[in-house]
């Protein structure tokens, strides 16, 4: 599974084995169930409240509740909101941002502008940091050394260029959030277990990020279908690496549906050639008239055959 996780305290370092054996503790006073509860007693509750957080959500999460009520909002968190509105968080996106990532407000604001900073310094823009904070909400609260070491690891790994690396995680900006194993595991697969070179993965990973977080399992599973089945080789599969993105099922229902026809032709050196990104990305509707030369309804008939 995929999540981010928190760093425990703005001030204590843990590694990512111990990140992954946090166990969430009930949140609050055993006295009262919600942070609602909370609300009336509570002015900075209440104007998160009015800001859209969700809080309960905010409660699921570990040590949050507490964290809320100890905050004073005109000491605390009004700062945390002007530094989240220059960062570029639109104001009718504070609350969800706030539901998703609620520690952000316990956070130093003099840790929190060094991290924008360092990103500065690594030539990302301003819309660019916006758009990764806002879609990986734990972003700031890991320090400049783990960021620094996480573009270092992609950058690394897969060899990719200053300016690659970047776009790589303004694409996918959990990257630098999430844990690492998946991560690692997945490059080891396309290795060894499907065969990419090296160069074959950095084009794959560049083109579509996701196939780093993805399901293990699913990645096999859809490789065996293209590879051995469908005979895809690997430097086809290395300019349409989109098709892992796919649905195997869609991919077996619309290559059996070609077959069926006489149209299976995924050599780019035939006339009847069909490339895999249309085999996999276009609407049923365009797929049949289009690739198939077929109506709709032969391909809904074709499948009851199925």
């Known amino acids: 599974d995929w999540d981010d996780i928190p760093p425990s305290s703005a001030l204590e370092v843990i590694s990512e084995e111990e990140a992954v054996q946090i166990i969430a503790e009930p949140l609050l006073p055993i006295q009262s169930s919600t942070l609602r509860d909370y609300v009336d007693h509570s002015e900075t509750l209440a104007k998160l409240v009015h800001l859209g957080v969700d809080l309960s959500q905010v409660e699921k999460r570990q040590k949050a509740g507490q964290l809320l009520l100890t905050l004073d909002f005109e000491k605390d968190v009004k ?28 956070e130093d604001l003099e840790a929190l502008e060094t991290r924008v900073a360092y990103l500065k310094s690594k030539k990302f823009g301003q819309s660019e940091i916006a758009q990764m904070v806002s879609r990986a909400p734990y972003l700031l609260l890991f ?36 844990k690492l194993e998946p991560v690692k595991e997945n490059l080891q ?58 649905k195997l099922l869609r991919i077996r229902e619309r290559h059996m549906f070609l077959a069926f026809l006489g149209r299976a032709q995924y050599d780019p050196a035939q006339p009847s050639y069909i490339p895999l990104d249309q085999l996999v990305s276009l609407p049923d509707e ?19 055959t199925l």
């Open 79 to 106: 700062k945390i909101l002007l530094f989240l509105k220059d960062v570029g968080i639109e104001d009718n996106q504070l609350g969800l941002f706030l539901t998703k990532n609620p520690y952000i407000l316990g």
């Open 143 to 178: 320090s400049v050394e783990r960021l620094d070491n996480r573009l270092g690891f992609f950058k690394n790994e897969l060899g990719l260029s200053v300016k690659k690396t970047k776009d790589l995680v303004i694409r996918l900006p959990r990257l630098l959030t999430g």
């Open 189 to 246: 697969v396309c290795q060894i277990e499907l065969g990419f070179q090296r160069n074959e993965i950095q084009q794959i990973v560049y083109k579509t990020p996701k196939i780093l977080t993805a399901s293990k399992k699913r990645l096999k599973q859809t490789f065996d279908y293209l590879h051995n089945i469908m005979g895809i080789p690997h430097h086809m599969l290395t300019r349409f690496p989109q098709v892992f993105n796919s």
């Open 286 to 304: 365009v797929f049949c008239t289009e690739v198939a030369k077929a109506s709709m309804q032969d391909f809904e008939n074709f499948l009851k």
